[in-house]
């Protein structure tokens, strides 16, 4: 093992190979799931006004509030029962001003002004009461509220006061997140119509193999259907690397370089699975070699998915070359691939750890990954049930796991409870 490299040098030789892609504006409605690629401040304060949170109507209390008796207060003493309807301020329109509407000399009642949810308080008031907590009757002044029994209003109750979120300036988002629904809705709330995100690489993926047939043509007894290409596109497209193009190439060094050459003129990334190891047809190595892609690394100290090979061509594409095998070829793809392309979109990365549901034996010498299928423990943590796969091409049974965990190399097997790493597929 003296010659293959650890899963750690691996990782760091990739990163340090692969230059970060490029950004782009796009409209708000097209960026559902990128990678935010600038930072979002608040454009101003937030809430921008003193903002009335229910429909109902705005008072002044210090107009309304009685005088204190020998330092008691009743409830009649806080405030009146009863008020005459002023005005109404609707939402979207400039703030009323409660001092400066008159009403009638000889009313004998505080004046009120009605709200509804959302819109701004009105200039002279400080308290809201519900419209669930009053009742509307015509009277000689006007319409007349009357509150119902049994309601204490609270000063300055029922308003979301202006800057009670976040001051102008403070940050919202970060870059590097995937944006979700709500970052979106942040978004268009602080004027950003068209932010700037990462831009989605072209993926060329690549199956190489004579014995290799399409999923709706004849199989003959010596023949497999093609798989591979389907299981990295779907990978790749749940990360948002959607712009791809699916091809295959039969054994032959001519026609694996002509075809490699023309993926290399018209894609970002080219994922390669088969034709990687040291059997007599394995022609990858030898075809990226005649266009000039620099070989970084083959092998590394892993199983499944020994054979990997990374290079980079002379224009900077990054070329991921992973075993035929078809548990190989996705645990490389979970492991190497879909981690690397998202630090290159600078999507903030983070570990996801998971809780062994039984023992595991690691290799020595090598890190082993392991498939496994997640459930809740019910107490916030996830615990990972292994399915290791007798060998890396039996995969049929690998629809009951959700991805994989990295054992490191050692001699001590993990117990129960011991925490892992897990790569999603």
Not at 290 to 302: P, S, W
């Amino acid at each position: 093992m003296h010659d293959l490299l650890s899963i750690e040098t691996a990782d760091r030789l990739i990163g340090e190979a692969l230059a970060p892609f490029g950004s782009e504006t796009v409209s708000l409605l097209h960026s559902a799931g990128r990678i935010l690629r600038q930072e979002i401040r608040a454009e101003r304060a937030l809430p921008p006004y003193d903002r009335v949170i229910l429909d109902g109507i705005a008072i002044r209390w210090q107009d309304t509030r009685g005088a204190q008796a020998q330092g008691q207060r009743t409830r009649k003493q806080e405030i009146p029962d009863s008020f005459v309807l002023a005005a109404t301020q609707p939402a979207g329109r400039p703030p009323l001003d409660l001092r400066t509407i008159v009403t009638s000399e000889n009313a004998p009642l505080p004046a009120a002004i009605a709200v509804m949810t959302g819109s701004v308080l009105p200039h002279g008031t400080d308290t809201v009461i519900p419209r669930e907590d009053y009742d509307l009757t015509e009277g000689t002044h006007g319409t007349i509220i009357r509150l119902e029994d049994g309601v204490h209003p609270r000063k300055g109750q029922h308003i979301h006061s202006e800057g009670s979120d976040c001051a102008a300036g403070t940050v919202l988002l970060n870059a590097g997140i995937r944006l979700s629904p709500p970052d979106l809705a942040i978004l268009a709330a602080n004027g950003v119509a068209e932010p700037r995100v990462a831009i989605i690489p072209s993926i060329a993926i690549i199956s190489t193999g004579d014995e290799l047939v399409a999923p709706d043509e004849p199989v003959q007894a010596w023949q497999i259907r093609r798989s591979n290409e389907y299981a990295i596109s779907a990978s790749l497209s749940r990360k948002g690397f959607t712009l791809q193009s699916l091809s295959l190439v039969p054994d032959n060094l001519a026609a694996v370089t002509d075809h490699f050459r023309e993926v290399l003129e018209t894609h970002d990334v080219l994922v390669i699975s088969g034709g990687v190891s040291m059997g007599q047809f394995d022609f990858v190595p030898k075809a990226l070699a005649a266009l000039n892609v620099r070989n970084v690394f083959h092998k590394v100290a892993q199983r499944p998915g020994k054979p990997f090979w990374f290079g980079v061509s002379d224009k900077g594409q990054p070329v991921f070359a992973l075993p035929g095998n078809p548990v190989s070829a996705l645990a490389c793809c979970s492991r190497h691939v879909v981690p690397a392309l998202l630090r290159a979109q600078d999507h903030a990365l983070s570990t996801r750890r998971v809780v062994l549901s039984e023992a595991l034996a690691p290799l020595s010498g090598m890190t082993r990954l392991v498939p496994v299928q997640l459930q809740s423990d019910g107490t916030g943590s996830m615990r990972a049930t292994p399915h290791p796969m007798p060998t890396s091409g039996d995969f049929n049974r690998l629809g009951m796991t959700d991805g994989i965990v990295s054992l490191p190399p050692g001699d001590r097997p993990l117990q129960a409870g011991d925490i892992v790493t897990f790569h999603e597929w």
